[in-house]
C-alpha cells in the first residue's frame, strides 16, 4: 500500500523545493562567509585573528558563555525539578513564566535591564551608591546573556522529566536514598542527554547573542565588545575580510555545534530504540 | 512489625480519596486491599508508605508513630506497579541500592553488600542474570529483581502496588506462590493492593475490600467469600445473576419467571445468585420458574459456563456447571432450559 501524499510527482518536487531552499538560505550564506573570510588569501584571516581586539572580543565571548552555562544549568535543572516533581499553587503560571526570554525580543530584555540596573534606574541607582557597576560592563552583558539563554535547560528537561514520571525517584527514596544520591544516581542518569543538549544550545546562544547584550555593552573597544558586536563594528569599518574574519569564527562554533547535536540525537534515538 | 492506621483521611481538590477510615494490621499477616479503580486503596497504601501524607490520622508501626516520620525513614519495602528499576543499572547495583544508600557509618562493606546481594538473587533464582541490565528481562523476572531490591534493606513492611497487574495469567500464579514463600520465610508483614479479586482471595490473611473511599469489610477470604456485608462486596468478588421482581404470595414476579421466597426480600425486590448457584433443567419446578435460551457455551476449566438470555432479565445471566452435567443435558446454542436457584442472596440497596 502506497502512503498518502507519496505519488512520485509530489515525491520528486517536494524533495526538490527542500533541497533547493536549503542550499538558497542556509548552505550559500554559511559558505560564503568562510569564503569571505579567506578572499584575501590566508594571511590576512590570520592577521585578523590575531587583532588585539579581535582576541579581547574571543576572551568577554568565552568568559560570558563561561559564567551563563554553569549557571543555567544549575537554574535549569532546579526549575524542571521542581515543576515536574512537586505541585504547588502557581506551578503551571511558574511553567509559563519560564518561556518570558523565549517570548520577549532580546532587544527589549537588554533594555529592560539597563533601564533596571542603570545608574538612573532604581536597582542601579543603589548600586551606583555601594561603587558597582553593572551596565556597560562585562557583569552586566553576563546577566543579560544569562536572561536570554535561561530556559533552553528547563525546556529541554521539563517534557522529558514529565514523560518519565516520578516512580523512579520513589522507590529510591523508600529505598533510603537521600536528595543528592537520589539526583546523582536515579535522576541524572535518566535525564543526561537532554542536559548536554540543553547545555549546548545554552552554549550557542550564550556565544551569539547581539541583542541584548549590544544593549548594555556601551560597545567600549578592547573592553565590552563580544565577537558578534565585533563583528558588525569591523564592518561598519570597511574591514569586510576582518568582519567575516570574526563571522567565520561564530560560523565554525555554529557548525561545530551542531554536529554534536546531531551525533548527539542519533545517540538518544539509538539508545530509545534500545529501551523500547 | 504491626501496623496501626487510625482515622486516616485524604483529599485531591474537590474529590474525597480516602474518608476517615481505621485498620489494624497484625505483625506478620499479609493483607489484600481489593477495590475498584478509584477505591482509594492505593492511595492507602501510599500513606502507610509515606509517600503520600494523610489529611488527618494517625500511622503507627508497632509502638512508633510514624504518621511524620519521612519516607526515607520508615524502613519500608514498596514494590512498584511498573516496577521502577533503575533502568541504566545491572540488576546486581539495582539490588544493592538500598544498601549503597545507607549514611557511610551504617553501610555495610563492599564484600558484605556482595554477600547479600547474592544471597537474595539466589533467592529470588536470578543469580545467572546479575550483570543483565532489566530491559534485557522479561516481566516476571524484572518484577522479582524489584521484589529482591525491596528485600534487601530488610524491611519488616513489605507494600505492594498491584504486583502482578502487568504479567499473564501463568506467571502471575507462579509468582504468587512464590511471595507466599518469601513471606513466610522472611516473616515481614505485608500489604498488596490489588483489583483482582482471585489473587485476594487466594494470597491474603485477610482482605480488605474498598470503594469510594471507604472499608467496606475485612475479612479472611473464605468467611469473606461466604458471608459479603453488602452488595457491593457481593457483587465485586465475583460474577452475579440478578433477578428484580414484585412481591406477590411469596413468590417474587417478573413477566413469567418467578422465584419462591419466604419472605418479602428486603426495601429493594430483588435476590442475587452466584453462577454455581444455579442448576439447569429441563422443566420448571415448584420453587422457581425461570425460562431461558442458551446464547453461548465456553468450557473454561473445570466448568462449562454458559451465557443466559431471557426477556425478564435485565443483563444476560452465566451459569456454570460441571462437564458430565453439561453432556448430560446435551445443550446448544439456542436451546431451551429452566433455572433453579440453590442459593439467594439479599442485600439492603446502599
Known amino acids: 500500500m502506497r502512503r498518502i501524499g507519496d505519488a512520485p510527482a509530489t515525491r520528486a518536487i517536494l524533495i526538490t523545493l527542500a533541497t533547493l531552499l536549503t542550499t538558497l538560505f542556509l548552505v550559500v550564506p554559511l559558505a560564503s562567509i568562510f569564503y569571505q573570510a579567506f578572499a584575501e ?28 552555562v554553569p549557571v543555567n544549568l544549575v537554574f535549569g ?5 521542581l515543576v515536574t516533581r512537586f505541585s504547588f499553587p502557581g506551578r503551571r503560571l511558574l511553567q509559563t513564566f519560564i518561556d518570558i526570554p523565549f517570548a520577549v525580543s532580546p532587544v527589549v530584555a537588554g533594555l529592560l535591564y539597563l533601564l533596571l540596573y542603570g545608574r538612573t534606574g532604581w536597582l542601579g541607582s543603589l548600586l551606583s551608591e555601594a561603587d558597582v557597576q553593572l551596565m556597560f ?15 533552553f535547560v528547563a525546556r529541554e528537561l521539563i517534557p522529558l522529566m514529565q514523560a518519565q514520571g516520578s516512580a523512579d525517584e520513589e522507590a529510591a527514596v523508600t529505598l533510603g536514598a537521600g536528595g543528592w544520591t537520589l539526583f546523582r544516581r536515579v535522576t541524572l542518569p ?61 560560523a565554525a562554533i555554529a557548525v561545530v555545534t551542531l554536529v554534536v547535536k546531531g551525533v548527539l540525537e542519533w545517540h538518544t534515538q539509538r539508545r530509545g530504540k534500545r529501551h523500547a | 512489625m504491626s501496623i496501626r492506621v487510625h482515622n486516616v483521611s485524604r483529599r485531591f481538590g474537590a474529590t474525597t480519596a480516602l474518608e476517615p477510615l481505621s485498620l489494624d494490621i497484625a505483625a506478620g499477616e499479609m493483607v489484600g486491599l481489593l477495590g475498584p479503580s478509584g477505591s482509594g486503596k492505593t492511595t492507602l497504601l501510599r500513606i502507610i508508605a509515606g509517600l503520600e501524607t494523610p489529611d488527618s490520622g494517625t500511622i503507627h508501626f508497632g ?8 519516607v526515607r525513614k520508615r524502613r519500608v519495602g514498596f514494590v512498584f506497579q511498573h516496577y521502577a528499576l533503575f533502568h541504566h543499572m545491572s540488576v546486581f547495583e539495582n539490588v544493592a541500592f538500598g544498601l549503597r544508600a545507607r549514611p557511610a557509618a551504617e553501610r ?72 507466599r514463600h518469601l513471606h513466610e520465610e522472611f516473616g515481614f ?9 482471585e489473587e485476594a482471595l487466594e494470597l491474603s490473611d485477610r482482605v480488605v475490600v474498598m470503594s469510594d473511599g471507604r472499608i467496606e469489610q475485612v475479612e479472611a477470604p473464605a468467611t469473606l467469600y461466604r458471608s459479603p456485608a453488602n452488595r457491593f462486596v457481593f457483587s465485586f468478588l465475583g460474577e452475579t445473576n440478578r433477578f428484580e421482581g414484585e412481591f406477590h404470595h411469596g413468590r417474587l414476579v417478573n413477566g413469567e419467571a418467578w422465584i419462591s421466597v419466604d419472605a418479602r426480600p428486603g426495601a429493594a425486590d430483588e435476590v442475587l445468585m452466584r453462577p454455581h448457584e444455579l442448576v439447569v433443567t429441563t422443566e420448571p419446578d415448584e420453587m422457581a420458574h425461570l425460562p431461558a435460551r ?13 451465557e443466559l438470555s431471557a426477556e425478564w432479565m435485565r443483563h444476560p445471566w452465566q451459569v456454570s456447571l460441571a462437564h458430565h452435567e453439561h453432556e448430560r443435558l446435551g445443550l446448544e446454542r439456542g436451546s431451551h432450559c429452566w433455572l433453579r436457584p440453590t442459593r439467594l442472596h439479599r442485600f439492603e440497596r446502599s
Open chain 2, 108 to 179: 555495610p562493606d563492599n564484600d558484605e553488600i556482595k554477600r547479600r546481594v547474592r544471597h537474595l538473587l539466589e533467592r529470588v533464582k536470578l543469580d545467572s542474570m546479575a550483570e543483565r541490565l532489566p530491559a534485557q528481562l522479561s516481566g516476571g523476572q524484572q518484577q522479582r529483581v524489584a521484589l529482591a531490591r525491596a528485600l534487601a534493606v530488610e524491611p519488616e513492611v513489605l507494600l505492594l502496588d498491584e504486583p502482578f497487574g502487568a504479567l499473564d495469567t501463568r506467571v502471575r500464579v507462579e509468582l504468587r506462590r512464590w511471595l
Open chain 2, 294 to 306: 442458551v446464547d453461548a457455551i465456553s468450557p473454561v476449566g473445570s466448568d462449562v459456563r454458559l
Open chain 1, 41 to 68: 588569501g590566508l594571511a590576512p584571516f590570520w592577521h585578523n585573528l590575531s587583532d588585539q581586539y579581535t582576541r579581547q572580543a574571543i576572551m568577554l565571548t568565552l568568559l560570558i558563555a563561561l559564567v551563563t
Open chain 1, 190 to 250: 535518566k535525564i543526561r542527554w537532554a542536559l548536554v543538549y540543553g547545555v549546548i544550545l545554552t552554549n550557542a546562544r550564550a556565544i551569539g547573542e547581539y541583542g541584548a547584550v549590544a544593549m548594555v555593552s556601551g560597545t567600549i573597544r578592547g573592553e565590552t565588545v563580544t565577537l558578534p558586536l565585533q563583528v558588525e563594528l569591523l564592518y561598519q569599518d570597511y574591514n569586510t575580510v576582518g568582519a567575516f574574519t570574526s563571522a567565520a569564527l561564530l
Open chain 2, 189 to 197: 508483614t505485608s500489604v498488596f493492593v490489588t483489583h483482582d479479586q
Open chain 2, 63 to 70: 509502638d512508633r508513630d510514624v504518621t511524620r516520620v519521612h
Open chain 1, 137 to 151: 560592563a562585562w557583569p552586566g552583558m553576563v546577566l543579560v546573556t544569562i536572561f536570554v539563554t535561561c530556559p
Open chain 1, 77 to 81: 535543572v532546579f526549575l524542571a525539578w
